[in-house]
T-cell receptor, first 114, second 113 residues
Framework: GAVVSQHPSWVICKSGTSVKIECRSLDFQATTMFWYRQFPKQSLMLMATSNEGSKATYEQGVEKDKFLINHASLTLSTLTVTSAHPEDSSFYIC??????????FGEGSRLTVL | DAKTTQPPSMDCAEGRAANLPCNHSTISGNEYVYWYRQIHSQGPQYIIHGLKNNETNEMASLIITEDRKSSTLILPHATLRDTAVYYCIVRVAGGNQGGKLIFGQGTELSVKP
């Protein structure tokens, strides 16, 4: 079946550094991918829509300069958390639609900023 | 996309059917009902979706009322591995949104031995 893979699955970094998370569609092409963030005991919050070959679309309240999204190919989108701070510690999840009916999710990437 | 209302938590005995309700009273005619679940510290997993007819697959059944204002996800024989947060979402399939899902708070289902 369709698989969406994220890397790394977990990362610890120092405050002020940047962290890149990759999202790959392994056996299908995705012109669109979605990035979510989830804090403990909370639901998933949509951050942005990643579009292959064009700029990402950010949800209201999400800083585009803080969370850089690049959709370089039909199978890869990256999320870079720039100048990370402890409040950016969260579970980041990407997803990609296979067909109009289903949206597949990656395993998630847990970021801890010290 | 229309909002949904789900009970925050439910318990179910192992081996029994788990019936998870969802209200979506403002659903539009072209909006589908989707169900996903999230096991702790994992990405959400697709379960089932439907428009107006009842649907069944190897994981679950989806019962949608005739007026489409509510639905029920049924796990026919719940196991301990079905313990998860279950999300009911309504959205237009495809289109310009291309698969965007807006998650509510979901129902935390605890399957107990």
């Amino acid at each position: 079946g369709a698989v969406v893979s994220q890397h790394p699955s977990w990362v610890i970094c120092k405050s002020g550094t940047s962290v890149k998370i990759e999202c790959r569609s392994l056996d299908f092409q995705a012109t669109t991918m979605f990035w979510y963030r989830q804090f403990p005991k909370q639901s998933l919050m949509l951050m942005a829509t990643s579009n292959e070959g064009s700029k990402a679309t950010y949800e209201q309240g999400v800083e585009k300069d803080k969370f850089l999204i690049n959709h370089a190919s039909l199978t890869l989108s990256t999320l870079t958390v720039t100048s990370a701070h402890p409040e950016d510690s969260s579970f980041y999840i990407c997803s990609a639609p296979l067909v109009a009916g289903e949206l597949f999710f990656g395993e998630g990437s847990r970021l801890t900023v010290l | 996309d229309a909002k949904t209302t789900q009970p925050p938590s439910m318990d179910c005995a192992e081996g029994r059917a788990a019936n998870l309700p969802c209200n979506h009273s403002t659903i539009s005619g072209n909006e589908y009902v989707y169900w996903y679940r999230q096991i702790h510290s994992q990405g959400p997993q697709y379960i089932i979706h439907g428009l107006k007819n009842n649907e069944t697959n190897e994981m679950a059944s989806l019962i949608i009322t005739e007026d489409r204002k509510s639905s029920t996800l049924i796990l026919p024989h719940a196991t301990l591995r079905d313990t998860a947060v279950y999300y009911c979402i309504v959205r237009v399939a495809g289109g310009n949104q291309g698969g965007k899902l807006i998650f509510g708070q979901g129902t935390e289902l605890s399957v107990k031995p």
